[in-house]
């Protein structure tokens, strides 16, 4: 894991020294480093909302990059056993899916491409039912 964790560190490093701060791939780092840090709470999540905001301004709806990044920080708060905030983000990215106006090929491609986001859905979904007295 510490390399894991390392490795991270060092590709953000180079993304935000080639593309700078708010490009998607500066994001996407951010993202994966946050998964390699999940277990380290807060400093994790901070990566992950910080990868979600260059997501959602920087990439159009429903980009593969901006729905893993979701799918990954939903899955940080279900095991912070927080299941209602990951299943709103859920919900959103898959709004933003599912609200797409194309209807031919490629929308069912991005469909397809959604499935973890749509298998958080129902953990999340299930986490809130189990807690629920």
């Known amino acids: ?10 590709l953000l490093a180079l ?25 380290q709470g807060r400093w994790a999540e901070a990566l992950y909302r910080r990868a979600g905001t260059i997501g959602s301004t920087r990439l159009p709806p429903a980009h593969a990059n901006a729905m893993a990044g979701a799918e990954k920080h939903a899955g940080f708060l279900i095991r912070r056993n927080r299941p209602d905030e990951a299943l709103g983000l859920v919900r959103a990215e898959l709004g933003d ?20 986001l749509f298998a958080r859905q129902v953990e999340a979904g299930w986490a809130l039912a189990a807690a629920t007295p």
């Open 1 to 10: 894991m510490a390399r894991l964790v390392r490795n991270g560190v060092i």
């Open 15 to 39: 993304a935000l020294e080639i593309v700078g701060p708010d490009h998607p791939f500066s994001g996407n780092a951010r993202a994966n480093l946050g998964f390699a840090l999940s277990d």
């Open 97 to 116: 899916l599912l609200g797409q106006d194309g209807r031919g090929r490629d929308w069912r491609t991005r469909v397809r491409g959604a499935r973890p």
